[in-house]
């Protein structure tokens, strides 16, 4: 059962600015970890960025820190990455993903619900 619904992806040029939002179906949405990851052609999918249940911490990779925020807002059941800056390397297909407990987790095997994922393409 799909749970979560990605959306906002496209075709943007190098510098350009998208937001990715996540739409969820889940029960006590607001008491999970969410998190984004990605995945491109011939790699592994990796952890993007992550926040706790409370919003009261945020995780990023290496590669998007300071140009990726991930927020949620409990109202609309619903996660975001506004991803600025972006590099052609951004591009790949974006997950949404959550899980319950109060950790951020970079592992995608350790996430429950998954989204079928927005594509996201940046030209240079």
């Known amino acids: 059962q799909v749970q979560l619904v990605e959306s906002g992806g496209g075709l943007v040029q190098a510098g350009g600015s998208l937001r990715l939002s996540c739409a969820a179906s889940i029960r006590t949405f607001s008491r999970y970890v969410k998190a984004w990851f990605r995945q491109a052609p011939g790699k592994e999918r990796e952890f993007v960025a992550g926040i706790t249940w409370s919003g009261g911490s945020t995780y990023y990779e290496d590669s998007v820190k300071g140009r990726f925020t991930i927020s949620r807002d409990n109202a609309l059941n619903t996660v975001s990455l506004q991803m600025n800056s972006l590099k052609p390397e951004d591009t790949a297909v974006y997950y949404c993903?959550?899980?319950?407990?109060?950790?951020?987790?970079?592992?995608?095997?350790?996430?429950?619900?998954w989204g079928q994922g927005t594509q996201v393409t940046v030209s240079s």
């Open positions: 993903a959550a899980v319950g407990g109060g950790s951020v987790l970079r592992r995608a095997d350790l996430y429950d619900y």
